[in-house]
């Protein structure tokens, strides 16, 4: 099992960072959805369901850009 990142006070940290980017508009939106994909599994905020969490994040931003079907 991956660790992530430590203290908790990282954690907040790192995603609030994550989040900076993922809010970046100069960025290209679909280069934004995966760039958060990658970081929210490097950070591990969670014990269990990170994957899950993160393929779900990353499944219901694409269908907000794309079609509500995917």
């Given at each position: 099992m991956d660790?992530?990142?430590?203290p908790?006070?990282k954690?907040?940290?790192?995603?609030?960072k994550?989040?900076?980017v993922?809010?970046?508009?100069d960025?290209?939106?679909?280069m934004r959805?995966?760039?958060?994909?990658y970081?929210?599994?490097?950070?591990h905020?969670?014990?269990?369901?990170?994957?899950?969490?993160?393929?779900?994040?990353?499944?219901?931003l694409?269908?907000?850009q794309l079609?509500?079907l995917?």
């Amino acid at each position: 099992m991956d660790k992530g990142l430590a203290p908790e006070s990282k954690i907040i940290d790192t995603m609030n960072k994550s989040l900076d980017v993922f809010n970046n508009n100069d960025i290209d939106i679909f280069m934004r959805i995966a760039v958060f994909h990658y970081l929210f599994g490097y950070i591990h905020p969670f014990y269990d369901g990170n994957g899950r969490t993160s393929r779900f994040i990353s499944s219901y931003l694409l269908s907000r850009q794309l079609n509500p079907l995917i």
